[in-house]
């Protein structure tokens, strides 16, 4: 990712002001008088988003002026000033008073200048910002580097991100930070039994496999990172309609998250032994696709009756959850783009989040709240998990009916958990349908931010 902060000391950085409507007066009385008379002119007000280069006499930009919602507005977002990257010509610049939230002005200004440019030369925005005072420049650049890994890998297109791309990404990670990783591929996963990763990926061309990075001190606590990792879904014989298919790309935004996760807790060193698995697989079509109505073993023991071959995500990840659960750690975690349920009833900004730990659900919901990457906690409904049932096999994944599909995926991943001292599975989208401050069109880092400030503040 192209370097964000200056870290040189630059007194002619271009300062940046931050205005409302209501503080407009009060700040444009304090400008130099020429350029009061340009803003005036150019009927600049201060409203949000609201952008506007003040020249000096020779031509240069003086002030850069930048409108922020009121406190308190119902539309406050407080990563406005992620819109100012593609706004600002080469140069660096200062924050000159400060935004509603400095922290996250700063983060949202890195997030913004991510560009995805692997087939098309899209150079980042030339612009620099000095570090506010008081910001943990290194922690903010660490942030941005990992949501820029999720989002290239969720905006490469599948032909150049299989399952085994996918796991050179993950080696590629492992390699940068000293962690073991291991690969189990293909005819391997009945052998060492892995039957829902298989049944998933067998009809594609591509290989399915499994992923397994290991870094940290042993004796530290076990925190666990589960993935979903499918590489593109065509819905397999339950074939979805092109409008939904378009953008399945994105369906292995889980790994993508748990990747970028993990390089955050690598790169901080937090006191913990962390294992990250990814199930990688491709949902295609083909003679030997998985049909609706077969029945396979899962690794845990229960046999699963197919409901529909488009629910393939949470067969992959109850392999991987059970395979993670055997060593029964500290903490559990899985990320995975799961239900179209979950965007129905919250959207694609707010993910749902599910753990029976009322504590670790706290803690969830403080550091969304103040990351900025918001999460919303849904229910592990006891009385829904009856729906789940087969008449010739332990357990459908994909009851009937359509109510609750959120819910209901979760409390079928909930089956394969059982030793872990506590589980959190957020059901993220991973994509950001139209652009916003700080937030570009395309791939998007998930609940990943709130997980690792919950996790530095476990254990740094």
């Not at 709240?369 to 010739?392: F, H, Q």
């Not at 916003?436 to 709130?450: S, T, Y």
Request: net charge negative; charged share 20%; with cysteine.
């Amino acid at each position: 990712m192209h370097p964000i902060f200056q870290t040189e000391p630059t007194p002619s950085a271009t300062p940046i002001l931050f205005v409302t409507k209501s503080s407009w007066d009060a700040v444009r009385a304090d400008l130099p008088e020429a350029a009061q008379r340009f803003a005036t002119a150019s009927g600049y007000s201060g409203k949000p988003g609201q952008y506007l280069a003040l020249p000096t006499a020779d031509g240069e930009i003086g002030h850069v002026l930048f409108g922020l919602d009121e406190p308190g507005a119902k539309s406050h977002d407080p990563f406005r000033p992620g819109a100012l990257p593609g706004l600002l010509p080469a140069g660096v610049y200062r924050f000159a008073n400060a935004p509603h939230d400095v922290r996250l002005a700063a983060l949202a200004f890195a997030l913004g200048a991510y560009k995805f440019g692997r087939y098309r030369k899209a150079e980042p925005p030339a612009v620099r910002l000095v570090p506010p005072d008081g910001v943990d420049a290194a922690a903010i650049s660490r942030a941005a580097e990992a949501a820029a890994l999720a989002r290239d890998l969720i905006n490469t297109p599948s032909n150049d991100m299989g399952p085994a791309e996918l796991a050179d990404a993950a080696d590629a990670l492992a390699t940068r930070f000293g962690a073991s990783i291991s690969v189990i591929v293909g005819d391997e996963l009945a052998t060492q039994n892995f039957p829902l990763i298989r049944a998933v990926g067998m009809a594609s061309t591509r290989a399915p496999r499994l992923i397994d990075l290991t870094w940290g001190d042993p004796s530290h606590p076990k925190v666990t990172l589960v993935g979903k990792g499918v590489c593109f879904d065509t819905g397999g014989l339950d074939l979805k309609p092109s409008s939904a298919m378009l953008i399945m790309k994105k369906d292995m935004g889980g790994a993508a998250n748990v990747l970028a996760l993990a390089s955050m807790i690598m790169d901080a060193g937090l006191k913990l032994r962390l294992r990250v698995l990814i199930p990688a697989v491709e949902n295609s079509v083909a003679g030997n696709a998985m049909r609706p109505l077969d029945i396979f073993p899962s690794r845990k023991g229960p046999t699963v009756e197919i409901g529909n071959t488009d629910a393939e995500g949470r067969l992959v990840l109850a392999d991987a959850l059970a395979y993670a659960d055997e060593e029964a750690p500290d903490l559990l975690i899985d990320l995975g783009t799961l239900t179209g349920a979950a965007r129905v009833a919250l959207g694609p900004d707010l993910p749902p989040y599910y753990t029976n730990d009322e504590t670790l659900a706290l803690d969830v919901a403080r550091h969304a709240s103040a990351e900025n990457d918001p999460l919303w906690r849904m229910p592990l409904w006891g009385p829904y998990d009856s729906w789940l049932d087969s008449k010739v096999a332990n357990i459908n994944n994909a009851p009937s009916g359509g109510f609750a599909g959120s819910i209901t995926c979760a409390l079928f991943l909930q089956r394969f958990v059982e030793a872990a001292k506590s589980w959190l599975h957020v059901d993220i989208y991973g994509w950001t349908p139209k652009a916003k401050p700080g937030r570009p069109e395309g791939g998007e880092c998930q609940a990943a931010r709130a997980i690792f400030v919950l996790l530095s503040e476990r254990y740094g």
